[in-house]
T-cell receptor, first 110, second 114 residues
Framework: GENVEQHPSTLSVQEGDSAVIKCTYSDSASNYFPWYKQELGKGPQLIIDIRSNVGEKKDQRIAVTLNKTAKHFSLHITETQPEDSAVYFCAAHNTDKLIFGTGTRLQVFP | EAGVAQSPRYKIIEKRQSVAFWCNPISGHATLYWYQQILGQGPKLLIQFQNNGVVDDSQLPKDRFSAERLKGVDSTLKIQPAKLEDSAVYLC????????????FGPGTRLLVL
């Protein structure tokens, strides 16, 4: 079955700096990769996703890159703000289900 | 557009007791998911419904967990009897279709088993 690894587990950055979170997956059949942001006491919220027919997608300060050959994908947040502080989860969807990574706790210090 | 609704938001029970969670998905979403999220981990799928039929329940501990979606809309997840290791957040999500569709999550029910 699919296995998703996520690094780092915690990330602290200064406001205005960039943050990068990396994930690897094992099942070459996976072709949908969403990223979720989870704030304390709330459910995960989709922030961006990418499908395997593209290598990069951007939405304002957030971008995701996908390398299918290496089976890894990354989330890039530029010009970080304190409200970006949360836990971020990557996920990979193969033919069966969505498998989540273990999460990255991002702290943005003003 | 209203999001996924869940209740209760919090529940504290003693081990061996039973508990039930309720979920109302986004209107028009045919697929409904229940996830278990243990503290410090990502959500893990327990069961997936397409309308009122079960698509995947391979990770549902069927000796104690059950779920139903009788009319293809609302769903309930039950645990009976609860164990200490069932302490977690139970998340409900829904999507329009089945294959690699965006999943929208509810706020979750935080369960503590004492």
């Amino acid at each position: 079955g699919e296995n998703v690894e996520q690094h780092p587990s915690t990330l602290s950055v200064q406001e205005g700096d960039s943050a990068v979170i990396k994930c690897t997956y094992s099942d070459s059949a996976s072709n949908y990769f969403p990223w979720y942001k989870q704030e304390l006491g709330k459910g995960p919220q989709l922030i961006i996703d990418i499908r395997s027919n593209v290598g990069e997608k951007k939405d304002q300060r957030i971008a995701v890159t996908l390398n299918k050959t290496a089976k890894h994908f990354s989330l890039h947040i530029t010009e970080t703000q304190p409200e970006d502080s949360a836990v971020y989860f990557c996920a990979a969807h193969n033919t069966d289900k969505l498998i989540f990574g273990t999460g990255t706790r991002l702290q943005v210090f003003p | 557009e209203a999001g996924v609704a869940q209740s209760p938001r919090y529940k504290i029970i003693e081990k061996r007791q039973s508990v039930a969670f309720w979920c109302n998905p986004i209107s028009g979403h045919a697929t409904l998911y229940w996830y278990q999220q243990i503290l410090g981990q990502g959500p893990k799928l327990l069961i997936q419904f397409q309308n009122n039929g079960v698509v995947d329940d391979s990770q549902l501990p069927k000796d104690r967990f059950s779920a139903e979606r009788l009319k293809g809309v609302d769903s309930t997840l039950k645990i009976q009897p609860a164990k200490l290791e069932d302490s977690a957040v139970y998340l409900c999500a829904s999507s329009f279709g089945l294959v690699q569709e965006t999943q929208y999550f509810g706020p979750g029910t935080r369960l503590l088993v004492l």
